[in-house]
């Protein structure tokens, strides 16, 4: 009989896939974790029995979150990374040579170690000296942080229920503001305008109240319910479309999803987006 693994999402969305084998289980104080191996996405980390990851669409996430941000802003010496235990988040950054410093709050050690463990195709430089990793909640952070300002934040959450609700209301977005440099950008992943078109526009127009321009853009991501995702870049002072040509390029030749062009069209809004977001 075959072994599935299912995604079930508001109790109207199934999203399974055929398994090889389960590699690894456990249970934090926080979540379910789960590595399996697919026979169509290869190796996929589930949280809480849903899906967040795979090897075969991993760079269509982790590409979008990070390069729309480090092409744009001015100075990207300093970066937060918010969640992303599976690290492919972290590893883009490090892509680029002028990033010094990436501080990476995850909730959750098992997310991180299991993802070390079991998954080694995303190759993630998780010994570089550039790269300072915290266990904690992300929301205490940010408000009690009195460091150095960061260039760019990014928010790789998961859904905004349970632990992670906090990271998507407008104290938190305030919290990261004053994070950030007077021309820094923040990023954040924003749902599903399809499957969580409620959860999406309130994002994007929470963001609106805290930042000058929110501008969200649009990835297909085949692991996640209805296929399409957003992110949502905020700042004060930058237009996201005003990329480092230099940057970008550079970036390009070793990725598997972003582009310059793909960078320029992700940005352009249906038209059932633009009616959500009034």
């Keep these: 009989m075959a072994l599935w693994f299912d995604e079930t999402y508001g109790g109207q969305i199934r999203f399974g896939l055929k398994l090889k084998r389960s590699i690894f289980h456990g249970k934090s104080e926080y979540q379910s974790v789960d590595v399996v191996e697919t ?28 390069h729309p941000a480090l ?25 680029h040579a002028e990033v010094k410093h990436v501080t990476m709050v995850e909730l959750d050690k098992m997310v991180v170690d299991a993802c070390r463990e079991h998954l080694p195709a995303f190759k993630v430089p998780w010994d570089d000296k ?63 305008p399809i499957a969580m078109a409620d ?28 296929g399409m995702w957003s992110f949502t870049f905020a700042s004060d002072a930058l237009d996201p479309q005003a990329f480092d040509e230099a940057r970008a390029k550079r970036i390009e030749d070793g990725a598997r999803y972003y582009n310059r062009d793909i960078h320029r069209a992700a940005f352009a809004q249906p038209s059932f987006v633009r009616k959500l977001l009034g």
């Design 39 to 66: 026979e169509v996405f290869g190796r996929a980390l589930a949280l809480e029995d849903a899906w967040m990851t795979s090897e075969r669409d991993e760079a269509h996430y982790h590409e979008m979150i990070v």
């Design 199 to 226: 959860d999406f526009a309130r994002i994007v127009k929470t963001l609106r109240t805290s930042f000058k321009r929110a501008e969200p853009f649009f990835v297909p991501i085949p692991l996640y319910p209805s």
């Design 130 to 192: 550039r790269l300072t990793m915290r266990f904690e909640d992300g929301i205490a952070y940010l408000n009690n942080y009195k460091g150095e300002l960061y260039d760019v934040i990014l928010i790789d959450g998961s859904d905004p229920v349970g632990p992670a609700e906090g990271l998507y209301s407008s104290p938190f977005y305030e919290s990261a503001k004053k994070c950030l440099t007077k021309d820094g950008v923040l990023v954040s992943q924003t749902e599903s």
């Design 71 to 95: 092409t744009v802003a001015r100075r990207i010496e300093r970066v937060l990374v918010i969640g992303g235990g599976d690290g492919g988040t972290v590893r883009e950054v490090l892509r």
